[in-house]
């Protein structure tokens, strides 16, 4: 969809100068040369966008990562190449949006993680969602809440936010819910 992609482009960059609440729709369609009437069209307001934006959005190298160490990295990476119009998402009603974003990258990821290490495909899948689930949380939680409350943001304070993890306790404890489940 072109208009809905030329949108969501304009939106991350307006919102990288001013707060979403302060975007109006005639501003945003004028921007991208298209009337509020196809605006509405395709969206219902602009945090409709906003949604949209962040279901299509991707942080580059996240396939690549092996460990959450290195998840965080492209995590943090994606937040400093877009780090103004992310502070103004969660400066926003639409902070929520970001916070889903990436759990997902998060919750996705973990299950990689855990295929990888049940090779043997040993584990029920609602096992396996739900130990992707508690690392998604606590690891996407924890990165909102740093990207929102600290003022000098560095990679190097985000992996501090994680440093009493032992970056082997997630094998550990998959190779654990394996284990009780060869036992059942």
């Known amino acids: 969809m072109k208009t809905g992609h030329a949108l969501a482009i304009t939106l ?8 979403l609440e302060n975007i109006s729709v005639l501003e945003l369609s004028k921007k991208c040369g298209i009337s509020r009437k196809t605006f509405y069209y395709h969206y219902h307001d602009t945090y409709d966008l906003l949604t949209q934006v962040f279901l299509e959005e991707k942080i580059p190298g996240v396939n690549n990562a092996t460990t959450f160490q290195e998840l965080i990295v492209f995590v943090f990476e994606y937040y400093k190449d877009n ?16 916070s889903e974003f990436v759990y997902n990258v998060f919750y996705t990821t973990a299950l990689k993680f855990i295929k990888k290490i049940d090779e043997d495909n040993i584990l029920h899948p609602n096992t396996k969602k739900s130990i992707a689930r ?13 990207l929102t409350n600290y003022k000098n943001k560095t990679l190097i304070g985000l992996m501090n936010s994680f440093n009493f993890i032992d970056k082997e306790n997630f094998k550990k404890n998959v190779q654990k ?8």
């Not at 508690?134 to 740093?146: D, H, I, K, R």
């Not at 394996?178 to 036992?183: D, F, M, P, R």
Request: charged share 20%; proline share 2%.
């Open 177 to 184: 819910a394996i284990n009780l489940e060869k036992k059942q």
């Open 134 to 146: 508690f690392y998604a949380y606590g690891y996407g939680n924890s990165t909102v809440y740093y």
């Open 83 to 98: 780090q103004a119009f992310v502070d103004a998402t969660l400066q926003s009603a639409g902070s929520d949006l970001f």
């Open 12 to 19: 991350k960059d307006m919102m990288s100068k001013q707060p």
